[in-house]
C-alpha cells in the first residue's frame, strides 16, 4: 500500500515479556518516528531516525525501550520486560523530512500497535 | 522547548454549524509552521491543515480553516457546515526545529450532533 504500515494492530501480553512491533514507512522517506500515545492523552514523542541513524532517542522513556531501522525503510521497537504502565498506541510515521531545519514535510501515520501488558 | 495547549477537553456542534477548536503554543522560533491533525477512532492521525508562520494569510482547506495570531501564539482551528465525520479527537502540533518532531496538545474531542 502507499500509507504507513504497523503491525501488529492490536497486541495483547504478560507483564514482564518482551515484545516487538513494526513500522513500515512510506517508501522513499528518510524521517521516522515513533510516539506512545497513552489513554485519553496526546502523542508522546520516543525515537526519531534519519535514514538508519536515530540522532534523537531522548524520548526513550527507559532503558527497556529501543529501536533500530535498516535498509532506511522498516522499523522495529522493541519492549523488553513490559510493564503495566508500557500499555498504550504505539504510533509510527514518517515523512521526507532531512533533518535540516523546518521542511514542511507533514508527517504521515500508521494506524499503530494498541498494547495491552496483563 | 516547545509547549502546546488546546484549553478545550470536549467540544460539541450542531451539524451544519461552526466550531472553531483553539491552540496556544510557546516557542522562540519566528519561523515555523504549525499543523492540525484528526484523530478518528480508527486511531489514524490525518493532517487536516497547515499554517507557515512566515505567512500572513490564514490557511485553509476547504471546510477548515485557521485563525493565525502569531503575535498572540495562537493557532485555533475553525471548521464550518460541520458534518458527522468530522467527529474525532483534534490534536493541534508543533515541529522541533531540526529533526521536526513533533510536541502535540493534549486534544480536543468534538462531537456532532445530528
Known amino acids: 500500500g502507499a500509507g504507513v504500515s504497523q503491525s501488529p494492530s492490536n497486541k495483547v501480553t504478560e507483564k514482564g515479556k518482551d515484545v516487538e512491533l513494526r513500522c513500515d514507512p512510506i517508501s522513499g522517506h528518510t524521517a521516522l518516528y515513533w510516539y506512545r500515545q497513552r489513554l485519553g492523552q496526546g502523542l508522546e514523542f520516543l525515537i526519531y531516525?534519519?535514514?538508519?541513524?536515530?540522532?534523537?532517542k531522548s524520548g526513550l522513556p527507559s532503558d527497556r525501550f529501543s529501536a533500530e531501522r535498516t535498509g532506511e525503510s522498516v522499523s522495529t521497537l522493541t519492549i523488553q520486560r513490559t510493564q503495566q504502565e508500557d500499555s498504550a498506541v504505539y504510533l509510527c510515521?514518517?515523512?521526507?523530512?532531512?533533518?535540516?531545519?523546518?521542511?514542511?514535510?507533514?508527517?504521515?501515520f500508521g494506524d499503530g500497535t494498541r498494547l495491552s501488558i496483563l | 522547548a516547545q509547549t502546546v495547549t488546546q484549553s478545550q477537553p470536549e467540544m460539541s456542534v450542531q451539524e451544519a454549524e461552526t466550531v472553531t477548536l483553539s491552540c496556544t503554543y510557546d516557542t522562540s522560533e519566528s519561523d515555523y509552521y504549525l499543523f492540525w491533525y484528526k484523530q478518528p477512532p480508527s486511531r489514524q492521525m490525518i493532517l487536516v491543515i497547515r499554517?507557515?508562520?512566515?505567512?500572513?494569510q490564514n490557511a485553509t482547506e476547504n471546510r477548515f480553516s485557521v485563525n493565525f495570531q502569531k503575535a498572540a501564539k495562537s493557532f485555533s482551528l475553525k471548521i464550518s457546515d460541520s458534518q458527522l465525520g468530522d467527529a474525532a479527537m483534534y490534536f493541534c502540533?508543533?515541529?522541533?526545529?531540526?529533526?521536526?518532531?513533533?510536541?502535540f496538545g493534549t486534544g480536543t474531542r468534538l462531537t456532532i450532533i445530528p
Open positions: 510515521a514518517s515523512s521526507l523530512s532531512r533533518g535540516a531545519g523546518y521542511s514542511n514535510q507533514p508527517q504521515h
Open positions: 502540533a508543533f515541529p522541533n526545529f531540526g529533526n521536526e518532531k513533533l510536541t
Open positions: 531516525f534519519q535514514g538508519n541513524s536515530a540522532p534523537d
Open positions: 499554517q507557515e508562520a512566515y505567512k500572513q
